[in-house]
């Protein structure tokens, strides 16, 4: 829709745009790259959810929504049970964030878009759709999200904001086009979400707690909660992103919103986001892929090493390596620790799930290490970010020898991709004591044959537990559940 030829005609907003494209957006719209890359994001998330489904954090939050959920056609991973599509997509986003292993996207900005893959899943049961309505939405989530990341200069994370803060943007793009509203209903939408969910960096700086990995599937239930409302009526700012006190308003100072919509259809973004080699911060990637690669190739044993020195980008030295990350006592601070991924590299040469545990984290072999990782802000470094991660790792051994390697990206990178077979063996290693190996084939099937799927309701079915341990984790929700059906006198579905 063109804007009439007048002086006296209202500026169209930024939002409008991107809604009148999203909502006319196609399946056949998309590149055999962009739907072959949302399968594989799809089964890396799962994979993520499944392994998630086994975390603290998740069991008290399935223990809340077990109490204040409502009834509905929403499906939670792991516990297979359905509910108002709100709760469902906090559920699975917390599940498929909180181990900090789904993929990764950096530009000036970092973010993690399947993070929102959980809105088109909710939203695509309600409105009883297929397989390729799912992929429009994957995409889309990607689409914007990254270009979200690209827009501002620095980025909002350099501003003392938290990423989650533009997913809250895209969520309701990826929400209300599963819903099928119109783009003007989307374009509320958007308004309803963003304009009330700024997310403060305080969850990634320091200490580190539950919410680190919390907010961002907040930002996606809130952009699921945003298009409900919009779907029934409710109104948002149109002006949210470029008017006055919105988003360029607010968050000074220079935007590039032409990223937002320039070329879009010309390529697709989902084609250039990473994947997650490893389950902690991305900036600590690079450092990980270098550091094992000099350990695995000179055979060093940890007591042979005085001295490892990271030079990598000011923030990562600013926030990976601050006090509280050489004394780390959770997990969200041992993946977001520079200098305790790098001593579990060394200790165990491998970093996996299993580095994460307590029992790894508080391993005297692993801690005594964790003083020798210094950390240093390189400016050369900052000057190639974000076309390269590189990192520059120097070890000296207690023999008086030197090994150094320059890294300019890790593994899961698009210009270093894992492949189909990694992707597969990451979700067989996650899903290993929820789903049982004749369950996870069927998932893995459907993912890679998503266009053939003809209701997303039986695609989630298939991501319910089946192994006995998993098993007990639904039994004291469901009892729950059941506790409230009672109290209410109304049933929910099964």
């Known amino acids: ?51 998630g489904y086994l975390q603290h954090d998740v069991k008290i939050a399935l223990e809340v929504l077990a109490e204040i959920a409502g009834p509905g056609k929403a499906t939670v991973i792991g516990t297979g049970q359905q509910m108002d599509p709100v ?39 309600r409105g009883r759709c297929n397989g390729r309505e799912l992929m429009v939405g994957l995409v889309l989530g990607h689409e914007f999200e990254m270009r ?65 990995n919390t907010v961002d ?27 006055k006190e919105g988003l360029t308003h607010v968050f000074k ?22 994947m997650k080699a490893f389950p902690t911060e991305a900036l600590t990637h690079t450092p990980i892929s270098a550091v094992l690669d000099l350990v695995k190739a000179n055979d060093l044993k940890p007591e042979q090493v005085a001295k490892i020195q990271i030079r990598s980008l000011a923030r990562a030295a600013d926030i990976l390596s601050d006090p509280s990350k050489y004394d780390p006592h959770t997990r969200e601070t041992a993946d977001h620790s520079l200098p305790y991924v790098i001593a579990a590299a060394l200790v165990e040469r491998q970093v996996t799930p299993v580095q994460f545990t307590m029992e790894k984290i508080l391993d005297p072999r692993i801690r005594a290490q964790l003083n020798k990782v210094e950390v240093v802000a390189d400016p050369e470094i900052e000057k190639v970010f974000p076309a390269l991660q590189r990192v520059i790792v ?28 990694e992707v597969e063996e990451k979700f067989a290693a996650l899903a290993e004591g929820v789903l049982t190996p004749g369950a996870q084939q069927r998932v893995k099937d459907a993912i890679w044959n998503l266009e053939r799927v003809g209701s997303i309701s039986e695609l989630m079915a298939l991501m319910k537990a089946d192994v006995r341990k998993a098993k007990s984790l639904k039994a004291r ?17 099964a």
């Open 148 to 212: 979200l990341c690209e827009a501002a200069f620095p980025g909002v994370r350099e501003r003392g904001w938290h990423h989650a803060t533009l997913t809250a943007f895209v969520s309701p793009i990826v929400a209300g086009r599963a819903l099928h509203l119109s783009w003007e209903q989307i374009q509320h939408a958007i308004g309803i979400s963003a304009s009330r969910h700024c997310t403060l960096g305080a969850v990634t700086a320091g200490k580190l707690t539950m919410m680190k």
């Open 253 to 274: 100072p220079e935007w590039k919103l032409e990223l937002l919509t320039e070329g879009l259809g010309d390529s697709w973004r989902i084609t250039q986001c990473g």
């Open 477 to 493: 929700t469901k009892s729950r559940v059941h506790a409230k059906t009672r109290k209410n006198h109304k049933p929910l579905p």
């Open 1 to 51: 829709m063109s804007v009439p030829n007048s002086s006296s005609a209202p500026k169209e907003t930024i939002t409008a745009r991107m809604a009148r494209w999203a909502a006319g957006l196609q399946f056949k719209d998309l590149s055999a790259e962009a739907v072959y890359q949302a399968k594989r994001f799809l089964l890396d998330s799962v994979g993520c959810a499944l392994g």
């Open 87 to 125: 709760s469902a997509s906090l559920a699975n986003a917390l599940m498929i964030r909180c181990m900090d292993y789904n993929d990764i996207y950096w530009k000036q900005d970092p973010s993690h878009p399947s993070d929102i893959f959980p809105a088109a899943m909710a939203c695509c049961e």
């Open 217 to 243: 599937p907040m930002a996606t239930q809130s952009g699921v909660l945003a298009a409900l409302l919009a779907e029934k009526g409710y109104t948002g700012p149109e002006h949210v992103i470029d008017g």
């Open 394 to 421: 120097h070890i000296d051994t207690t023999e008086g020898h030197s090994f150094d390697k320059q890294l300019d990206y890790p593994k899961g990178d698009p210009r270093n991709p894992l492949t189909d077979k």
